[in-house]
Nanobody
Framework: QVQLVESGGGLVQPGGSLRLSCAASGSFFSRYSMEWYRQAPGKQRELVATITRGGSTNYADSVKGRFTISRDNTKNTVYLQMNSLKPEDTAVYYC?????????WGQGTQVTVSS
């Protein structure tokens, strides 16, 4: 059974930074792409960033230049560094692992950007 556990969320002022972590169980981690999604109240869940097993990255236009996704395969962990945060970044952030059999999701971590 694959488990993903996010951490690092919290309350931050506009312009501030946070780093989210997603720790994965199992030895599968390095084989698959990992993604960060977010869901704001009343809105659909949206893809924020993707990192392939080879380290290639892709970002939503709304976060390009502000967010950075990275992974450490030795620690089975994927990160999302978020800088220059805006109130519209407020959401629950989820990590996801894509496997050929199914997708696995974490439980989410709340990020609130407010003064």
């Amino acid at each position: 059974q694959v488990q993903l556990v996010e951490s690092g969320g919290g309350l931050v002022q506009p312009g501030g930074s946070l780093r989210l972590s997603c720790a994965a169980s199992g030895s599968f981690f390095s084989r698959y792409s990992m993604e960060w999604y977010r869901q704001a109240p009343g809105k659909q869940r949206e893809l924020v960033a993707t990192i392939t097993r080879g380290g290639s990255t892709n970002y939503a236009d709304s976060v390009k230049g502000r967010f950075t996704i990275s992974r450490d395969n030795t620690k089975n962990t994927v990160y999302l560094q978020m800088n220059s945060l805006k109130p519209e970044d407020t959401a629950v952030y989820y990590c996801k692992c894509d496997t050929p059999i199914r997708d696995y999701w974490g439980q989410g971590t709340q990020v609130t950007v407010s003064s």
